[in-house]
């Protein structure tokens, strides 16, 4: 089959022999031959398409027969390495390879912000650990304070006021949780998991009624001092007092635990397959270290996949590529149909570097690069 092979520029023979050269350094000409020979009958096996090696094929429909071929060439050679990314090799990777940073662009993004709603759920998660909610609330307080004798008012008091310390260091913990979560929500909303977006809303949720309660004991608990430090009678039925419910705010200080779990479980599943997408976009045998990452990693990405000063894009077909936040210089070479709509989208943020504007986008649905 492979005699069959178109070689014109652009062919899928020509676009596969480079891509697997890059590759796989090490294979003969049988190797890949074989390789491609596979990932054909395969492809042509599952869509009914017209036999691919006469057919003009574009970059994208390459890359899907080469990982196809990289999953029967893993079969064929169990002993062989695997190869391990790194952020910094995913860095390098971009560097050398500017154009193929807007086709990397919304995955390694995307990974970025699976990074950063991950570390933030660690953070929730210990801020939540550490929660100590008051043994007593303000109605058993009250109720002290109206059955005991009248000595008994200012130990009450003096119980109020640490339970009102007790309150307030509390809530302080639960409106930074509830903080930090939003802060998760915002990142996350752009990886689209359905896991990930039940988990933190839950956790939102028990995070708010967790907060609402134990500042309605607050404020209750500020009244009773009050009562009690200007000799007023005291109600321990007041209507307020049945709103309070020590046991309900542990329910809701595990459901806010319990929740953080699950997020972060679906956090990471998101990761680890962007990872993978990451990797096998890069034509690399492997995936991302993933305990290599540390607090830096995302921004570090997120800045290299925006770098596009000095890259030339002018064989980049720019239809449907969101070119928000990435940042280039008088020396990037857009396409010159582009070049008048990127001057407008762009803003001056230092000395010769620009960055496009929120909410810039091209025209169109999809991003096709010219054939190498």
Request: net charge negative; charged share 30%; with cysteine.
């Amino acid at each position: 089959m492979s005699a069959d092979l178109v070689r014109a520029p652009g062919s899928f023979r020509q676009l596969g022999e480079r891509l697997l050269g890059e590759s796989f350094p090490a294979m003969d000409a049988e190797d890949v031959d074989r390789y491609l020979d596979r990932a054909v009958a395969r492809v042509h096996e599952a869509t009914g398409t017209e036999p691919l090696q006469r057919l003009r094929a574009s970059r994208a429909e390459v890359l899907e027969l080469v990982e196809i071929g990289r999953e029967d060439f893993r079969s064929a050679h169990p002993r062989r390495p695997v190869a391990v990314l790194a952020p910094d090799d995913v860095i390098a990777h971009l560097g050398r390879r500017p154009t193929m940073k807007l086709l990397a662009r919304k995955l390694v993004l995307d990974f970025a912000d699976a990074l950063d709603v991950i570390r933030t759920l660690d953070e929730v998660g210990d801020a939540a650990a550490v929660i100590e909610l008051p043994a007593a609330g303000t109605p058993d307080l009250a109720l002290s304070a109206c059955s005991g004798p009248a000595a008994a008012r200012d130990r009450v008091r003096g119980l109020a006021a640490e339970l009102a310390t007790g309150l307030t260091a509390a809530r302080n913990l639960v409106r930074a949780v509830d903080l930090a979560i939003d802060s998760a929500i915002d990142l996350a909303s752009s990886l689209r998991d359905r896991n990930l977006a039940r988990g933190l809303a839950d956790a939102r949720t028990s995070a708010r009624c967790l907060d609402q309660s134990l500042g309605l004991d607050h404020v209750l608990t500020g009244d009773l001092s009050r009562d009690l430090e200007r000799g007023r009678p005291v109600r321990p039925d007041r209507p307020a007092y049945a709103e309070i419910d020590r046991a309900g705010d542990r329910a809701h200080l595990r459901r806010l635990a319990d929740s953080v779990v699950v997020a972060r479980a679906a956090a990471q599943e998101v990761r680890e397959a962007l990872a993978r997408d990451i990797a096998r976009m890069f034509l690399r045998i492997g995936r991302l270290n993933l305990d290599r990452l540390d607090d830096d990693s995302a921004e570090a990405l997120r800045e290299a996949v925006n770098d596009l000063r000095g890259a030339d894009l002018r064989s980049v077909n720019l239809v449907g590529v969101d070119l928000e936040g990435v940042r280039w210089s008088p020396a990037t070479r857009w396409p010159d149909d582009w070049r008048a709509q990127i001057d407008r989208d762009s803003v001056l943020i230092g000395d010769g570097l620009f960055e496009v504007r929120a909410g810039a986008r091209t025209a169109g649905t999809h991003l096709l690069l010219a054939p190498l």
